[in-house]
């Protein structure tokens, strides 16, 4: 219902907003300033994007939670769509997610609507215990072979070695 109200009304908005400032200070100058906000918009989109980029690999090489940098990179692309969307409605939106105070905002507020299950970085190991009978568990013993260290041996088969002709 929220979209359907969305697709609605923000078109209506535009217009509106079109027709008034087309009417104060005329058809020339009001596309100007469209082409003007969209060419601004995406270089702030760029420096913003870079900068959120450098966040996220920095949280990937240290190790940290990367949600609030994907967030940002996110909202950054939100923001992007709304500023070449031709409009003052939709520019002022855009303008406003390229500020990173907004853009804290709005993920504080989608992280409290959001719940995390669980969250699981790089590649460690996890052993759980079963509890009760030990059907899971399997009992072996194992001898490590050596393989003969003759250089002039052919290849096993299993893998190829190199041509010796």
Known sequence: MYL???????????????IQVG???G??????????TAMLGTWLVRSQ???????LQRSFSELNDPT????????????????????FFTDAFGFALLMPP????VFRYLRSRVTVASFQMGSRTTYTRHRGGQGDI????????????????????????????
């Open 102 to 105: 907004v853009r804290v905002a």
């Open 49 to 55: 994007g870079r900068l959120a980029m450098g966040q």
């Open 138 to 165: 399997i009992d072996g013993e194992f001898t490590e072979v050596r393989p003969k260290s003759d250089p002039n041996a052919p290849p096993s088969g299993w893998v190829e070695g190199p041509d010796r002709d």
């Open 23 to 25: 009417g104060m200070i």
């Open 27 to 36: 058809l020339w100058p009001t596309l100007a300033i469209v082409i003007l």
């Open 4 to 18: 359907f109200l969305a697709f609605l009304l923000v078109p209506i908005i535009e217009i509106a907003l079109f």
């Open 68 to 87: 609030e940098p994907l967030a940002h990179g996110a909202l950054i692309l939100v923001a992007g769509a709304l500023l070449l969307t031709p409009g």
